[in-house]
């Protein structure tokens, strides 16, 4: 897929901090750090693949997505207090979206492809075997996995933290390594990563479906 027209939103000047994209589906992409921004005094580079992920599968499969489309001071992922958040939780809510996947990037130093943010099972709670499926997915498409490693989920400020606790709604941190995400790059993989959040997509509506049924 030739996604340059997904970085290319971030060069356009926004209105509005954040920029949410409605699908059909009940299932949207968050990626809250598609700015650069400070977090104590130190600069935390963009995640922009992150958010290209989000608004290609929103074509790609017509799930909702959110990213955060101009720097205003909120870091959605740490702030106590974040309009980027309370606006999502508020979306969900409203527009029957059931499943929550915050996207963020490591470090390319970072060994690893994939770090879901689990807590140790307690950020899945209830949803063990849709999240084994999710960690499948990857694993499949031949992307290593490190549950809670390096980051393990365990603050109260994360968008999925606070999500689950304002909606009871099932909520999941993932951390892409951005080696994989960036076209050009040696270890660049964004096509099957794309592919691997379609099988995502596949793997909550059957879930989705046997719930409701
Ligand atoms: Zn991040």
Same mark, same amino acid.
């Given at each position: 897929?030739?996604? !340059? !027209?997904?970085?290319?939103?971030?060069? &356009?000047?926004?209105?509005?901090?954040? *920029?949410? !994209?409605?699908?059909?589906?009940?299932?949207?992409?968050?990626?809250?750090?598609?700015?650069?921004?400070?977090?104590?005094?130190?600069?935390?580079? @963009?995640?922009?693949? @992150? %958010?290209?992920?989000?608004?290609?599968? %929103?074509?790609?499969?017509?799930?909702?997505?959110? *990213?955060?489309?101009?720097?205003?001071?909120?870091?959605?992922?740490?702030? /106590?207090?974040?309009?980027? !958040?309370? /606006?999502?939780?508020?979306?969900?809510?409203?527009?029957?979206?059931?499943?929550?996947?915050?996207?963020?990037?490591?470090?390319?130093?970072?060994?690893?492809?994939?770090?879901?943010?689990?807590?140790?099972?307690?950020?899945?709670?209830?949803?063990?075997?849709?999240?084994?499926?999710?960690?499948?997915?990857?694993?499949?498409?031949?992307?290593?996995?490190?549950?809670?490693?390096?980051? @393990? %989920?365990?603050?109260?400020?994360?968008?999925? @933290?606070?999500?689950?606790?304002?909606?009871?709604?099932?909520?999941?941190?993932? &951390?892409?390594?951005? $080696?994989?995400?960036?076209?050009?790059?040696?270890?660049?993989?964004?096509?099957?990563?794309?592919?691997?959040? %379609?099988?995502?997509?596949?793997?909550?509506? $059957?879930?989705?479906?046997?719930?409701?049924?």
């Amino acid at each position: 897929m030739d996604c !340059k !027209k997904y970085f290319g939103f971030f060069d &356009e000047e926004h209105p509005e901090p954040y *920029v949410i !994209k409605s699908g059909t589906l009940p299932i949207i992409i968050s990626a809250p750090h598609t700015y650069r921004h400070f977090r104590e005094g130190r600069v935390k580079e @963009a995640e922009r693949g @992150a %958010g290209v992920i989000a608004m290609a599968l %929103g074509d790609m499969k017509s799930t909702h997505w959110m *990213v955060k489309a101009r720097e205003d001071g909120d870091d959605p992922n740490y702030s /106590a207090d974040s309009p980027y !958040k309370k /606006a999502l939780a508020a979306y969900m809510t409203e527009n029957g979206v059931r499943y929550l996947i915050d996207l963020h990037e490591l470090a390319p130093s970072r060994p690893t492809d994939v770090n879901p943010l689990i807590n140790g099972g307690k950020n899945i709670k209830g949803n063990e075997d849709l999240y084994g499926e999710i960690k499948n997915v990857f694993i499949n498409g031949g992307f290593t996995v490190t549950e809670d490693f390096p980051y @393990a %989920g365990k603050t109260d400020n994360r968008v999925t @933290a606070y999500v689950n606790r304002k909606t009871g709604l099932f909520s999941l941190q993932l &951390e892409l390594n951005s $080696r994989l995400l960036y076209p050009g790059g040696e270890h660049c993989r964004l096509d099957d990563m794309l592919k691997a959040f %379609g099988n995502i997509v596949g793997a909550i509506m $059957r879930h989705d479906m046997k719930k409701d049924g």
